[in-house]
């Protein structure tokens, strides 16, 4: 079992940043994707971007442009830098680990983009 302990979450105005952080507990495979998912009301769970170890990158096509996914080895975390952002990016964000036969989440953070 894996841990995912996500934060960075909170309440912004449109057009402005928050970057979120996600942590793993422990290391179980080499090889591992970690990705960003997020809901929003009424809505279902949507990819916003992922990582592969190799360092390929997705984005949904709603954030291309706008968010960058970035992750560390050795402190075996990942990150969500969310810029210029709208009030359509309201929603719970969640974390994501997929290493072998773990598919691992965070508890969900929330965040707000007022207009």
């Known amino acids: 079992q894996v841990q995912l302990a996500e934060s960075g979450g909170g309440l912004v105005q449109a057009g402005g940043s928050l970057r979120l952080s996600c942590t793993a507990s422990r290391y179980v495979f080499d090889i591992y994707t970690w990705g960003w998912y997020r809901q929003a009301p009424g809505k279902e769970r949507e990819m916003v971007a992922n990582?592969?170890?190799?360092?390929?990158?997705n984005y949904g096509d709603a954030v291309k442009g706008r968010f960058t996914i970035d992750y560390d080895n050795l402190r075996n975390t990942a990150w969500l830098q969310m810029n210029n952002l709208r009030p359509e990016d309201t929603a719970v964000y969640y974390c994501n680990k997929r290493e072998g036969p773990f598919n691992s989440w965070g508890q969900g953070t929330q965040v707000t983009v007022s207009s």
């Open positions: 990582v592969t170890i190799g360092g390929h990158r």
